[in-house]
């Protein structure tokens, strides 16, 4: 039986993707990585959420290489009775950076938001002009959005850190990276709308 032209086209444009899927993929995740390189800057500021420890070993290895003085930590509670900034200071000083100056925001802030409209008049009422903010690789376009949304100053920076459940060039290939960049797209779209 011969295929109709009207029915070959989306065939054939079904084909070509499936064929084509390693070329066309990684755009999905690098969309959501919005990523500078780094700069001299006031402080360093690590979001929570973290449960591997990328984003505080990133930004003490910032820190160590003169980029910021300080390294600020958010760590909302609720982690057997600990606070994650806590836990993630902890972290890296038992990794080695015994040298690095931090400190920990504890809070109860359920969304990069709520971090940003805590912490960003702060950093501005200590007289931060500039604030590096690490992040996982997935998170920083949004996560840089949301904050310049929130306030005009300190100006912002991303730094991504290398998350070890999303790596953008073949996402599709593991479980969980495609429940990051599911999740990912849809804080994207909620943020988009107003959610």
Request: hydrophobic share 45%; aromatic share 12%; net charge positive.
């Amino acid at each position: 039986m011969r295929l109709s032209r009207r029915a070959a086209w989306p065939l054939g444009l079904v084909l070509a993707l499936v064929l084509l899927h390693a070329q066309w993929l990684p755009v999905l995740a690098w969309i959501l990585i919005c990523a500078e390189a780094p700069r001299r800057a006031d402080a360093i500021f690590v979001l929570g959420g973290d449960q591997y420890g990328e984003r505080i070993l990133h930004a003490a290895a910032l820190a160590r290489q003169g980029y910021a003085p300080k390294v600020y930590v958010s760590g909302p509670s609720g982690i057997f009775d600990h606070y994650e900034s806590d836990l993630s200071i902890e972290f890296a000083r038992r990794r080695g950076y015994t040298d690095v100056t931090f400190l920990a925001l504890e809070n109860d802030c359920k969304s990069t938001r709520d971090e940003a409209e805590r912490y960003l008049p702060e950093f501005r009422r200590l007289g931060f002009k500039r604030i590096l903010v690490v992040t996982s690789n997935f998170h920083t376009r949004r996560a840089g959005r949301i904050f310049r949304a929130v306030a005009q100053e300190p100006e912002i920076h991303m730094m991504a850190a290398a998350a070890r459940e999303f790596r953008p060039a073949d996402w599709w290939l593991r479980r969980q990276d495609q429940k990051n960049l599911f999740m990912e797209w849809s804080k994207t779209f909620a943020n988009w709308i107003g959610l």
